[in-house]
């Protein structure tokens, strides 16, 4: 079963740079989300999507965009790499909203010099 | 601020002893979960708890929501090598269907 999966694993970039980082689920569901890990902060919520073709803010949205052009994927961008982006991005999907198990990807660990 | 306070951020302990991490908050949760992340893979859902007071077992581990449902604690019985990992907990507000993290409890524990 692949759930849900995150392409690349690993990115170096450098500062002014811009990336996509890919996720892709095959659960059918209708949640998607972009997070961003980092030492002791949790994961905090860059954007997410209710379905295919809509997309909304989270907590930390600056600096990045997202498209949910098929129902089954998530792309997340940088369009401008700054050094304070330097993170591991999980991408999770869901059924529902709320209460609902969130179900994750295995992380991108991206670095920006 | 972290509007979930996880606590402790680091407890290393002998196989074989119990431990208790807590999970606190100011506001009220309509749910509150609990994952477990190991090092390279994205977080594993635990368990879910909705109701004030709730306690719920998953073999050596038990999960407690407290009855004002702004807070939770996670209890392991005779800790095993297998447990060692991260340990999140999330929780839903009740004015919104947003789900926050806590930074969570590096947990390891020694053969």
């Known amino acids: 079963n692949a759930g849900v999966t995150q392409t690349p694993k690993f990115r170096v970039l450098k500062t002014g740079q811009s990336m996509t980082l890919l996720c892709a689920q095959d659960m059918n569901h209708e949640y998607m989300y972009w997070y961003r890990q980092d030492p002791g902060m949790g994961l905090r919520l860059i954007h997410y999507?209710?379905?295919?073709?809509?997309?909304a803010k989270g907590e930390v949205p600056d600096g990045y965009n997202v498209s949910r052009l098929k129902k089954q994927n998530f792309l997340l961008g940088l369009e401008s790499a700054a050094p304070s982006q330097t993170s591991v991005y999980f991408c999770?999907?869901?059924?529902?909203?709320?209460?609902?198990?969130?179900?994750f990807g295995d992380g991108t660990r991206l670095s920006i010099l | 601020t972290q509007l979930l306070e996880q606590s402790p951020q680091f407890l290393s302990i002998q196989e074989g002893e119990n431990l208790t991490v807590y999970c606190n908050s100011s506001?009220?949760?309509?749910?509150l979960q609990w994952y477990r992340q190991e090092p390279g893979e994205g977080p594993v859902l635990l368990v879910t708890?909705?109701?004030?007071?709730e306690v719920k077992k998953l073999k050596r581990l038990t999960f407690q929501f407290g009855d004002a449902r702004k807070d939770s604690s996670l209890h392991i019985t005779a800790a095993q090598p297998g447990d060692t990992g991260l340990y999140l907990c999330?929780?839903?507000?009740?004015?919104?269907?947003?789900?926050?993290f806590g930074a969570g409890t590096r947990l390891t524990v020694k053969p």
């Open positions: 999770a999907s869901s059924r529902f909203r709320g209460w609902e198990p969130q179900h």
């Open positions: 999507s209710v379905g295919e073709g809509t997309t």
């Open positions: 506001s009220v949760f309509s749910s």
């Open positions: 999330a929780g839903a507000e009740d004015n919104n269907n947003d789900m926050r």
């Open positions: 708890v909705v109701t004030g007071g």
